[in-house]
């Protein structure tokens, strides 16, 4: 039977037949229930290009049982589709849908040769251009340097595990790199049956973000992790650097917080000169989101840019651009039984906490940019405990608002309309041949995880504000959130 080549695949053309390699499979998740989605393969033709394939979870079991990673198949009676929104794994912008009238069987890998991986490493220079740009992801090699203790990130729109590593690049620099959900229990797993220290991971399908100017990448839902497969890339890693010791547990020691705070308390906190840079913690009720929500940024930084014209200038980069970011810099108007204030969330507490960014937000086209957006109001009447990091402008100008280090913990109010008398508590708490192996478990997709600063010189009024939205309804989400304080940021530089 003929087949046709990826590049030959289209919408529009019937009785298509596809033979090549699967060259990777995996099962997205769902990142609130960890539920199974679909089946997801990567297929390479004899010319080496990809395509995406995707497989219904209605005949998801039929198939995922017929194919096997690094055999090869032809596949017929298949729907090929134009994919114009979401990540994509391969640059393909197609992908093709596997029904269940489709059929694949097994062939010789032999005749015609086909190419084994598909992966798109990239330089990290190169990967620069590629920060947060959610369309095709990126593969990364690296040796295994440290890793983080397991921790728990909770937010509104996900519950899940992250571990955090820091890898070697083949060019010799080091990069963090995000594991979410199953991914942080494989290289647990990885680490335990090493018998060489020199460990080589290759991770699929990772987005890259920046942070206080350095890349920082987080696998998807997309991501499959090998570790010392027999590539040409791993095996040019694991020749070299042979001074590197093994990887270790990197401890993570959060700044001391000091508290519990009444919201009096933390004012006369702040006027003490001694205090500037100290945390604190207060926990109070959330009244309301005010209006202004977010910031224009720098491209190349956190730093907010002044409008000229038709473009956008950063005083910190000393740079023109025509295009910028939205970032967080939610105000929200708090109290507790001693006073009232506004605390600020910047752009990374807020992409934790609200489970988007900014300019997500802001690009819908269901919220007009002058309203607060329905996913922000979600934080409306709830009981709050805040780490708020004491600024130069709270000592020296005795401003009454507070810039948010990091949501701690975070529960609907018992009764909504009443202030809250009593702080809240913290919670406790398929093997592969040729020379490495995988494990096929995919993570869920990924909240961007950044520390950001926001440029003093172009602030606006530091005092409070009161032009909240009247129409702003509460929320009746009732989930308890907590993020531990080892992963609290300093947005703002405010």
């Known amino acids: 039977m003929q087949s046709n080549l990826i590049s030959e695949l289209s919408a529009e053309t019937p009785g298509l037949v596809l033979h090549g390699r699967i060259c990777r499979k995996w099962k997205p998740r769902n990142p609130n229930t960890d539920r199974v989605l679909r089946l997801d393969m990567i297929c390479l033709d004899r010319k080496g290009d990809a395509v995406w394939i995707q497989v219904p979870k209605s005949c998801m079991d039929r198939f995922d049982q017929r194919v096997e990673e690094q055999n090869t198949y032809r596949i017929a009676n298949f729907k090929v589709v134009a994919e114009t929104k979401g990540y994509r794994p391969v640059p393909n912008g197609l992908f093709v849908e596997l029904e269940s009238t489709s059929t694949i069987e097994p062939t010789p890998d032999h005749v015609p040769p086909f190419p084994t991986q598909c992966f798109r490493f990239l330089k990290h220079e190169d990967m620069f251009p590629n920060r947060d740009q959610r369309?095709?992801?990126?593969?990364?090699?690296?040796?295994?340097?440290?890793?983080?203790?397991?921790?728990?990130?909770?937010?509104?729109?996900?519950?899940?595990?992250?571990?955090?590593?820091k890898i070697m690049l083949p060019e010799g620099i080091p990069v963090k790199v995000v594991l979410w959900g199953r991914l942080g229990l494989q290289l647990e797993q990885i680490i335990d049956a090493a018998t060489n220290p020199k460990i080589i991971l290759i991770i699929s399908s990772v987005m890259v973000s920046e942070f206080n100017g350095e890349l920082k990448l987080s696998s998807s839902s997309a991501s499959v992790m090998y570790d010392n497969l027999d590539v040409h890339e791993v095996n040019t890693l694991r020749d070299s650097n042979d001074a590197l010791d093994a990887p270790r547990l990197h401890e993570e020691k959060g700044p001391e917080v000091i508290g519990p705070l009444s919201i009096q308390e933390l004012k006369?906190?702040?006027?003490?000169?001694?205090?500037?840079?100290?945390?604190?913690?207060?926990?109070?009720?959330?009244?309301?989101?005010?209006?202004?929500?977010?910031?224009?940024?720098?491209?190349?930084?956190?730093?907010?840019?002044?409008?000229?014209?038709?473009?956008?200038?950063?005083?910190?980069?000393?740079?023109?651009?025509?295009?910028?970011?939205?970032?967080?810099?939610?105000?929200?108007?708090?109290?507790?039984?001693?006073?009232?204030?506004?605390?600020?969330?910047f752009d990374g507490e807020g992409k934790k906490f609200f489970g988007i960014s900014a300019q997500a937000l802001y690009a819908d086209k269901e919220n007009e940019p002058s309203d607060v957006p329905a996913a922000l109001l979600t934080i409306e009447h709830m009981e709050v405990e805040f780490h708020i990091k004491v600024k130069e402008f709270n000592v020296k100008k005795s401003s009454h608002e507070f810039t948010v280090w990091k949501i701690n913990e975070a529960k609907e109010s018992v009764n909504s309309t009443t202030k809250i008398s009593e702080p809240i508590q913290e919670n406790t708490l398929s093997s592969q041949q040729g020379g490495g192996s995988t494990h096929s478990i995919s993570t869920s997709t990924v909240v961007d995880i950044e520390d950001e600063d926001f440029d003093t010189t172009n602030r606006s009024n530091p005092e409070l504000r009161h032009n909240a939205n009247a129409s702003a309804t509460p929320s009746t989400n009732n989930l308890k959130r907590k993020q531990r304080a080892d992963s609290g940021s300093d947005d703002s530089d405010v």
């Not at 369309?135 to 571990?163: A, C, M």
């Not at 000169?273 to 309301?288: E, H, P, Q, Y």
């Open 135 to 165: 369309t095709i992801l990126l593969d990364v090699v690296g040796q295994l340097l440290e890793f983080s203790k397991t921790k728990s990130s909770t937010s509104i729109n996900r519950n899940s595990k992250r571990k955090e590593i």
């Open 268 to 345: 006369n906190f702040t006027s003490d000169a001694a205090n500037l840079n100290k945390i604190v913690s207060v926990t109070c009720k959330v009244d309301k989101v005010l209006n202004d929500w977010f910031y224009d940024g720098c491209t190349k930084c956190p730093c907010k840019v002044q409008a000229e014209a038709d473009k956008f200038y950063c005083n910190k980069c000393q740079t023109t651009s025509r295009n910028s970011v939205k970032r967080f810099r939610v105000q929200v108007s708090v109290n507790d039984p001693t006073g009232e204030a506004v605390f600020v969330l």
